[in-house]
């Protein structure tokens, strides 16, 4: 006799007892289930990252004190409090041969050993402005 092969649930892999005609095995798992797909843990973790240095970013530049478009701090500084270097968003390459790594339209340059150039270039493409800021 023919058999049905048994379907398991896309999501959490339990069998599919009760109706053969959906994917998943509870309303839970259909919830859950297309917004984890093709999510690795790895783009997680750099979508995760990206977002927590461009707050950082942000941050630093809404203190009053730092109301500047360029300035140089310690490297330290940022690292102290969870900024992490390696995810960025784009590079770009000057005449003279800087590197600046961008987060958004935050940016950041190292000027000399321990220091960081931070700069923020709001007419930069792909540049995300702030919709509160933003003149009307």
């Given at each position: 006799?023919?058999?049905?092969?048994?379907?398991?649930?896309?999501?959490?892999?339990?069998?599919?007892?009760?109706?053969?005609?959906?994917?998943?095995?509870?309303?839970?798992?259909?919830?859950?289930?297309?917004?984890?797909?093709?999510?690795?843990?790895?783009?997680?973790?750099?979508?995760?990252?990206?977002?927590?240095?461009?707050?950082?970013?942000?941050?630093?530049?809404?203190?009053?004190?730092?109301?500047?478009?360029?300035?140089?701090?310690?490297?330290?500084?940022?690292?102290?409090?969870?900024?992490?270097?390696?995810?960025?968003t784009s590079i770009c390459i000057d005449a003279r041969g800087t590197v600046t790594h961008y987060?958004?339209?935050?940016?950041?340059?190292?000027?000399?050993?321990?220091?960081?150039?931070?700069?923020?270039?709001?007419?930069?493409?792909?540049?995300?402005?702030?919709?509160?800021?933003?003149?009307?």
């Open positions: 006799m023919n058999q049905i092969p048994e379907k398991n649930c896309p999501h959490c892999g339990a069998p599919l007892a009760q109706r053969t005609h959906s994917p998943f095995c509870s309303a839970q798992c259909r919830a859950a289930g297309p917004e984890n797909a093709g999510n690795s843990p790895a783009l997680a973790t750099a979508l995760s990252a990206v977002h927590q240095n461009y707050l950082l970013l942000k941050r630093f530049f809404e203190t009053p004190a730092r109301e500047l478009f360029r300035q140089i701090v310690p490297e330290h500084e940022l690292l102290d409090k969870g900024f992490r270097p390696e995810f960025f987060c958004f339209e935050f940016g950041w340059s190292k000027n000399k050993p321990g220091q960081l150039e931070l700069s923020v270039e709001t007419d930069r493409p792909g540049a995300v402005r702030d919709v509160i800021s933003y003149p009307f």
